[in-house]
Nanobody, 123 residues
């Protein structure tokens, strides 16, 4: 069992930066993929970024490429999402997920989920 707890969300202005974190506890999670998804009001949950522990690969949605960066601290079992040049369209609840997906962008293929952290970007 893996527990995921997100933190670091908040209210910022357009153009600002923010870093959200995801602390993983319980059974050490190795060999799989951890990712970030987001869901805005009235919209479906969408892929943001993913990091494969075993392959060492990183993937981003086109909408955040060049502005967001996913990273991890293995010693702390923590996943990060650094968000720069934030836009009002980035406003959403950001979720951390873990699993062994064949398609890293498919939320249905992730097993474990955090409770989410709200990120609001004002114009």
């Amino acid at each position: 069992q893996v527990q995921l707890v997100e933190s670091g969300g908040g209210l910022v202005q357009a153009g600002d930066s923010l870093r959200v974190s995801c602390a993983a506890s319980g059974r050490a999670f190795r060999g799989g993929t951890m990712g970030w998804f987001r869901q805005a009001p009235g919209k479906e949950r969408e892929f943001v970024a993913a990091s494969s522990w075993s392959e060492g690969s990183i993937h981003y949605a086109d909408s955040v490429k060049g502005r967001f960066a996913i990273s991890r601290d293995n010693s702390k079992n923590t996943l990060y999402l650094q968000m720069n040049s934030l836009k009002p369209d980035d406003t959403a609840v950001y979720y951390c997920a873990a699993g062994i997906p064949r398609d890293y962008s498919d939320s249905g293929q992730y097993i474990y989920w955090g409770q989410g952290t709200q990120v609001t970007v004002s114009s």
